[in-house]
Nanobody, 114 residues
């Protein structure tokens, strides 16, 4: 059973940066397209960034140009570099396959103050 552990969230001011990490147990990581998702209070979970096994990336319009997704298959780790953060980026961030097939991890809280 693959487990996902997200980390790197925190409290930042508008315009700040954070780097999220997602450690995946098991060998499936290198074989799967992965994504970062977020869920804000009262809203549905949405995918914000995705990366294929070959490294091609795609982003939601709301984060394009500010967020960068990357992966290190040797470490079974997914990353999300978030720059120019805005209050509307406040959410719990999760990683999963894209589309999601695994049990959700605990997520990591990102809070951006105005």
């Amino acid at each position: 059973q693959v487990q996902l552990v997200e980390s790197g969230g925190g409290f930042v001011q508008s315009g700040g940066s954070l780097r999220l990490s997602c450690a995946a147990s098991g060998s499936i990581f290198s074989l799967a397209a992965m994504g970062w998702y977020r869920q804000a209070p009262g809203k549905q979970r949405e995918v914000v960034a995705a990366i294929t096994t070959s490294g091609s990336t795609n982003y939601a319009d709301s984060v394009k140009g500010r967020f960068t997704i990357s992966r290190d298959n040797t470490k079974n780790t997914l990353y999300l570099q978030m720059n120019s953060l805005k209050p509307e980026d406040t959410a719990v961030y999760y990683c999963n396959t894209n589309p999601h097939r695994l049990a959700w991890g605990q997520g990591t809280q990102v809070t951006v103050s105005s």
